[in-house]
């Protein structure tokens, strides 16, 4: 991700300004909120997605400063409003802004943030934008709530976990680097070819981030170790476990999945039995898979150091954390 970060240092340090600007508001709490979630920081993958599609489009004007913004206020948004879903605690290794100020103003403060974003865009005056991005926004609320029907669900397949990530994360990584093509003006067979970049990479994204969940320490994912599986939530690595196991190992998941508390000893056996039949691998090859998709979709694009940065964004995708 270096070589992104060195690439764009300017446009970052613009983006995290007007990030900061928007954020004011008459209302103390609000900006309180907002100071918690500037400090908590976050990588700006999105952003860094946007600017850099639209340079690499031969974009050389400042509204993706703002676009950039607005797409991180909707993902900051939509952060607050998972947090007070999902109960967490936790968000980037700090106390997850419902857990210091309570749920109503997480939630309100989420709303001000898609508020805050949809301003923005308008501000750009871009109306395509708009539209692709209006409709990302939808599509993360719809992924969401099918994430929320499938709860405890054993029954849910790898496909139908893919159709709710492809909506809840990949859509929004889809629009942004649909966007990046927006601005370049470029033709639509290489603004498909962007949107496709961005919706694999969202998939990996999420299937890393799922797969994490399991074996990542909380002092570097930022979250409790097992807090999917606590909420029932079906992710890839537990999906394949159950479709290679024994019936009996699949009656005792169900058990934990659907038993009011969860024991340390629980996790444990879900830990074990995803091991042994290989929902992690699995779930990082799927994801290597779909990088590798997705860069395939960037050769009809030249050479160049912001396609060079991509690529190494992409790869950063697979390897956080690992």
């Known amino acids: ?96 802004a419902n857990s210091v100020w309570g749920n109503q103003a997480a939630v309100l403060t989420g709303d001000f943030l898609f508020a805050k974003a949809f301003v923005m865009m308008v501000e750009g005056g871009n109306i395509r934008a708009l539209q692709i991005l209006s409709q990302a926004s939808t599509l993360m609320a719809e992924g969401e709530m099918l994430q929320l029907i499938e709860t405890g669900n054993l029954e849910v397949g790898e496909q139908s976990y893919l159709n709710i990530i492809e909506k809840k994360t990949a859509a929004l990584f889809a629009a942004t680097c649909r966007c990046g093509g927006i601005l370049g003006g470029v033709e639509p067979a290489a603004e498909d070819a962007l949107a496709s970049f961005g919706l694999n990479i969202g998939l ?25 599986l606590a909420e029932g939530k079906m ?36 830990m074990d039995l995803i091991r042994r039949t290989g929902g992690l691998e699995y779930s990082w090859q799927r994801a290597e898979e ?28 697979v390897t956080r954390e690992r």
């Open 1 to 96: 991700m270096n070589n992104a970060l060195v690439l764009l240092r300017e446009d970052l340090a613009s983006v995290e300004e007007k990030f900061k600007n928007s954020m004011a508001s008459e209302v103390g709490l609000i900006n309180k909120v907002g100071q918690h979630l500037l400090q908590s920081g976050g990588k700006r993958i999105r952003p860094l997605l946007l600017m850099l599609c639209a340079r690499l489009t031969g974009y050389r004007g400042r509204q993706h400063i703002a676009q950039a913004s607005a797409i991180e206020f909707l993902h900051t948004a939509t952060l607050l409003h998972d947090d007070v879903v999902d109960g967490a605690e936790l968000r980037r290794g700090s106390p997850s």
């Open 204 to 228: 990996a994204f999420q299937l890393v981030d799922d797969a994490l969940d399991y074996v990542a320490e909380e002092k570097v994912f930022g979250k409790i170790p097992g807090h999917d």
């Open 235 to 270: 992710t890839l690595p537990l999906i394949h476990a159950l479709a290679n196991c024994s019936p009996k190992e699949k009656g005792r998941i169900t058990e934990i999945v659907t038993g009011e508390t969860m024991e340390e000893a629980d996790l444990s056996y879900a």
């Open 290 to 317: 779909l990088v590798g998709q997705a860069k395939s979709r960037l050769n009809i694009f030249s050479e160049s150091p912001e396609k060079s940065a991509l690529f190494e964004l992409a790869d950063y995708v």
